[in-house]
């Protein structure tokens, strides 16, 4: 289930079935006697654990979409790429 971050508007944007799905896995988790996990608190930990490790969770778009392997990409070369992109950006404005 994706869940995308709008740094630019600072909102969270879920699917339209992200509390469906959510509720589903909680039936399956008491089912078992586990304890159902909070919509919010699901985001938090992947978020909190993508962050954590950012050598190996940082993925581009096209990465992302591609490959369920991960590709990693260092800060430094995301930096990289967002500079050369804000440059391209600034020279056809």
């Known amino acids: ?3 995308t971050i709008d ?7 879920i699917p339209d079935n992200f509390f469906k799905k959510i509720a589903e896995e909680n039936e399956k988790l008491q089912k078992y006697g586990a304890e159902p996990v909070k919509a919010l608190d699901r985001i938090k930990h992947s978020y909190e654990t ?3 490790d950012t050598d190996n969770r940082l993925l ?4 992302a979409k591609t490959s369920r392997s991960k590709k990693t990409m260092t800060p430094e070369e995301a930096k990289r790429i967002l500079e050369e992109e804000a440059a391209k950006s600034a020279a056809t404005k």
């Open 50 to 52: 993508a962050m954590a």
């Open 7 to 13: 740094l630019d508007r600072d909102i969270i944007i």
């Open 60 to 63: 581009t778009q096209t990465n």
């Open 1 to 3: 289930m994706r869940v």
